[in-house]
């Protein structure tokens, strides 16, 4: 499938402009949960895939001594993202060329998750030097970075900066010593050097394209409170789910991607990798591999739980579709057999540790049933990160379904 290409600069030009007021910006409330008044009077924090009554569980479990999220936090604080002498390596430019790329690409990743990583153990643990350490590594690169090239800057940057909005959502919401000329650096370093890459059109492109980019938009959107990123975000989720993730009530055939060309049968089965048979769950991506499903589960998780945290119900619509998709590709993860008419009876068991989002939601507060799923989570259990976008998400979510919820 092909890359998308060098990403145009949409927002470059009314960004100076909104750069300088962000400070002004209104301090926020609540959400409409319609699609017809996704307008944003204030937003939470944190409130990035993690609200704070979950970090408030996660705490008293953890000092408690309880399972499994005393193991995933051990598991957390003895990674290399979370020691104190991790060393970031900021770029002023970072190449990733389709199939390849330079260091840069993997320290830059690698460095969003040591951020986010450092900012969960000082919100659980209440070590400031954690704290510390997370500024530094996003100060270290909001001081030089520039911009993203090549033909992966898309998943680049989504990747990264999901994890980025996530670690600077946190430490913003509750660390005072992150100083403002300091946090509006590194804002403007997401609207310069990601966002344009984030919201590029890309519609014929493997769906976990663009539902990673989403995970990082809307992530930044609720970090630099960007009212119309937030509301843009939002309509993205709500067309390309149904077009990644297959229901029966679809018809015979997939939905077509939104603004795209695949849009006959031969040419979905081609995007579909060959698939000609279509049943409740299966994947846009699932005779690829199930590494590229499980990163669109994780993407969809982390954009419906961050609207969630916001007041906005995406999962609410998409429940069915999120939970046939979860319960079919554990089933074979777990090692049931693909009969003939899947994938030719062979599918690549790949899948990362990506299901604990969307399942606290989809089980704890709409008490629906998943047992594979369940499962797959329990086996994966204490989760640890995929070295991309996804990070100790037993630790934040399991069983943890928090206070807040959507209007």
């Known amino acids: 499938m092909l ?4 990403p145009t600069w949409p927002r470059l030009a009314t960004a100076l402009v909104l750069a300088a007021v962000l400070a002004a910006c209104a ?17 939470h924090h944190p409130g990035v895939v ?40 900021p770029a002023e430019v970072v190449p990733c060329p389709p199939n390849a790329g330079p260091p840069s690409c993997l320290a830059e990743r690698e460095d969003a998750i040591a951020a986010y990583t450092q900012a969960l153990l000082w919100s659980v643990g209440g070590d400031e030097a954690h704290a510390r350490k997370a500024v530094e590594i996003m100060d270290g690169w909001s001081k030089v970075m520039k911009e993203h090239t090549e033909g992966n800057a898309g998943l680049q940057t989504a990747w990264a900066g999901s994890s980025w909005a996530r670690a600077a959502d946190i430490v913003h919401a509750g660390y005072p010593k992150w100083g403002a000329a300091d946090v509006q650096r590194f804002k403007w370093m997401l609207r310069k050097a990601y966002l344009p890459a984030v919201t590029a059109k890309v519609p014929d492109y493997n769906g976990n394209w663009e539902l990673a980019m989403t995970d990082a938009a809307i992530g930044i959107a609720v970090f630099v409170e960007d009212r119309e990123l937030f509301t843009e975000s939002l309509a993205r989720y709500r067309a390309r789910v149904p077009a990644y993730f297959y229901l029966g009530s679809d018809g015979k055939l997939p939905k077509p991607p939104p603004g795209g060309t695949m849009n006959t049968p031969e040419k979905l089965a081609t995007y579909w990798f060959g698939q000609r048979t279509y049943a409740d769950g299966l994947g846009q991506e699932t005779c690829r591999n199930f590494m590229h499903i499980g990163y669109s589960l994780a993407a969809s998780g982390h954009i419906a739980e961050t609207a969630w945290q916001q007041g906005v119900d995406l999962y609410g619509p998409t429940a069915e579709r999120l939970r046939a998709a979860l319960e079919f590709h554990a089933r074979y993860q777990l090692g ?6 899947l994938c030719g009876g062979k599918v690549e068991r790949t899948m990362g540790p990506d299901v604990e989002v969307a399942l606290n939601h989809l089980r704890n ?15 994966q259990r204490p989760a640890g990160t995929d070295d991309l976008f996804v990070a100790w998400e037993t630790l934040t979510h399991a069983d943890n379904p928090g206070r807040g919820s959507a209007v």
Do not use: C, N
């Open 50 to 89: 993690i609200g704070g009554s979950q970090l408030d569980a996660v705490r008293k479990r953890v000092r408690a001594g309880r399972e499994p999220w005393r193991s995933a936090y051990e598991k957390m604080r003895t990674s290399r993202y979370g020691s104190l002498a991790y060393t970031p390596h």
């Open 365 to 379: 507060r709409m008490h629906l049933k998943l047992p594979e799923t369940e499962k797959l989570a329990e086996r």
């Open 3 to 6: 890359k998308p290409p060098t």
């Open 27 to 43: 301090p926020a409330s609540r959400v409409s949960a319609t699609a017809d008044h996704d307008t944003v009077t204030a937003f």
């Open 336 to 341: 049931e057999a693909a009969p003939p008419w």
